[in-house]
């Protein structure tokens, strides 16, 4: 029983950057929209998924902070996520199913890690991060992740891929963005890595 409230940690990536700690509500909807309006306090949201329509129906001012299990940055949803101002992290795999109603969770959104039950240290060192700002993306980060993404977005739409688009190389991905806009060069693996997502089946 005590192996099941261990703290896990979970690894997804940015969508807005940012630290929160809070309570988890458990999103399974559009049921749950009436139980966020009436959270007494600030929430974390945990989603399986959170299409463009839900995202903007979320009271900001009930929001801590989003994750969601399934979607990627190159998912329609993600820039929806991204204009809540809110810390989030999509694609933490695994959290809708084990976390449970009122589950403090913590977020790093500018790691893209979060904790799910974190323990006395990691708690400690959330609070102090809790509401500071994280770096800001590198200039030009938007008009990039815009350049490379719409076009793998829309291969997959025309090959009737499924939402949410899950992404196993999204990490890569995001931080590759992050590279080429703090002035590095594309290099050999940045092509085939382009590649291989965007000729994902």
Known sequence: MLGAMAERIYEGVPAYRGYTMGPALLWRGWPSLPELLAARLPVVVVASYLDSGMIARLER????????????M????????RALERPGV??????????????LVAVDAAL???????????????AALKGRRAEPEPQGFEAV???LV??????????????????DEQR?????????????????EDDALLHRIL???
């Open 61 to 72: 001012s009930r929001l801590l902070g989003v994750v969601t299990d399934r979607g990627s």
């Open 150 to 167: 719409v076009p793998i977005r829309q291969a997959w739409l025309r090959r009737g891929r499924p939402i949410p688009f899950d992404l």
């Open 90 to 103: 999509v694609g933490a795999r695994g959290i809708a199913a084990e976390a449970r109603p009122g589950d």
């Open 112 to 126: 893209g890690t979060v904790v799910l039950r974190p323990g006395p240290e990691l708690q400690a060192r959330a």
């Open 74 to 81: 190159i998912d329609p949803s993600y820039e929806a996520l």
């Open 145 to 147: 992740l815009e350049r």
């Open 172 to 188: 890569a991905l995001y931080a590759m963005i992050w590279r080429i806009c703090a002035g590095g060069l594309p290099g050999p």
């Open 199 to 201: 000729h994902q089946s």
